[in-house]
């Protein structure tokens, strides 16, 4: 069996804070067996259409689909890509549908392949669920639906859309009126998860986390750029609660660079965009060295979901699962009908081989991504 070429699809969706479009893909070959990559980036699409396109043509095409890891290596190190949001997205993404191919080669689910599964079912978490900015009661009903809804863990940024570096006192408060009033509508059992988006620097990040400790959060997802690792270390010295991080950084090398630094206690690093599931198994290799957990981030498609499930229940330190699935249009269940459904805190590992999953692609072709009708400016 050799790799031919691929067939792209652009969707578009949206949640309550956000819209979201998804470059996935079919990885061909003379067989007739496809592999499902995802290389989404949330932009920058026919640039990555390009990529994808010029790699396989000029490197994977004739190549045997079973050997991942030697044409992840290659990929990474003899392209000028290598390191980039652009070169590794297309390079998790190829990674992804590779994994898929051999997996229906073997007639073997991927995270068999990946040295077998922990647990039946993976912890997930919800995201997309909220209103940003919203009044703290807006936010407490919200979360009250959301354990109704039979999640025992939510994340949320409490911090509105237009404060960075630093805060007014009066935006202080309301943050913390916001975690308080969400603390009270789910009760002590419940996991509460604070996003920050890399929006503060040391000291506000510092003073909002301190502040914040009372409220038991699970973790304060980037509190600081992930551009400076001393920045991070110092926010962990000071507050008591975990830090995560690892959405915006691209292969194993600014992780371990975190962990060096003990600036980190659980590494999110996107199926999607840090190098796939071969880079991915790698990171948590890292960080089991250190006792450090794995809850990887996603904003992906059904496809880099399916991909974050086969290998978080392959890993020895996985923690929980980022999950926006139900907050998206209804659809999104649609254009891969077999994935795992949630029920409680948790979702089913997927059960067919490679990933388990099939691609509507009538589906894929009726939601196209929809341009914004201009650039989105961020209040710094």
């Known amino acids: ?8 699809f652009v969707v578009s969706t949206f949640h309550k804070n ?46 045997d689909p079973m050997h991942h890891e030697v044409h992840w290596t290659r ?41 077998g599964p922990f647990s039946d079912r993976l912890r997930v978490y919800a995201n997309g669920w909220y209103t940003n900015p919203g009044t703290p009661e807006q936010n407490a009903d919200e979360a009250r639906a959301v354990v109704r809804a039979g999640f025992d863990a939510m994340k949320f940024d409490p911090f509105g ?12 408060d309301l943050a913390e009126a916001r975690v308080a009033a969400v603390r009270e509508a789910v009760g002590p059992h419940v996991e509460i998860l604070v996003e920050v988006h890399a929006k503060f620097n040391v000291a506000t990040a510092i003073h909002l986390g301190q502040r914040l400790e009372q409220y038991r959060p699970f973790f304060f997802e980037e509190p600081v750029s992930s551009e400076n690792v001393s920045e991070m270390a110092q926010v962990r010295r000071h507050v008591r609660i975990p830090i995560a991080t690892g959405e915006r950084l691209f292969t194993k090398f600014p992780f371990y660079d975190l962990i060096k630094a003990e600036a980190v206690d659980i590494l999110q690093p996107d199926i ?6 071969t880079e991915l198994k790698k990171i948590a290799a890292i960080a089991e060295s250190q006792h450090l957990s794995m809850a990887p981030h996603n904003t992906d498609s059904p496809i880099g979901t399916v991909a974050a499930f086969h ?35 948790s979702v089913p590992l997927p059960s067919g081989p490679g990933l388990g999953i099939t691609l509507d692609e009538a589906v894929a072709r009726a939601h196209p991504l929809i341009e914004s009708p201009r650039w989105s400016e961020r209040g710094i």
């Open 1 to 8: 069996m050799k790799i031919t070429g691929i067939e792209p």
């Open 272 to 277: 999607c965009n840090a190098g796939g599931i």
């Open 161 to 172: 859309q237009h404060n960075y570096f630093t805060i007014s006192p009066y935006e202080a």
């Open 311 to 345: 290998l978080g229940a392959s890993l020895p330190n996985f923690l929980i699962q980022e999950y926006h699935a139900e907050y998206y249009e209804p659809w999104f269940f649609d254009l891969c009908p077999e994935q795992p459904r949630r029920s409680g805190p």
């Open 75 to 115: 990929l990474h190190h003899d392209t000028w890509a290598r390191g980039g949001a652009l070169g590794s997205t297309v390079l998790s993404g190829l990674d992804i549908a590779l994994w898929d191919l051999k997996g229906k080669i073997l007639n073997r689910p991927v995270y068999e392949l990946l040295g």
């Open 18 to 63: 956000s819209k979201r479009h998804w470059l996935v893909f079919k990885l061909l070959t003379d067989e007739g067996i496809f592999g499902l990559g995802d290389a989404s980036l949330h932009n920058f699409d026919t640039q990555l259409i390009g990529i994808l396109q010029e790699w396989v043509e000029k490197y994977l095409a004739g190549k």
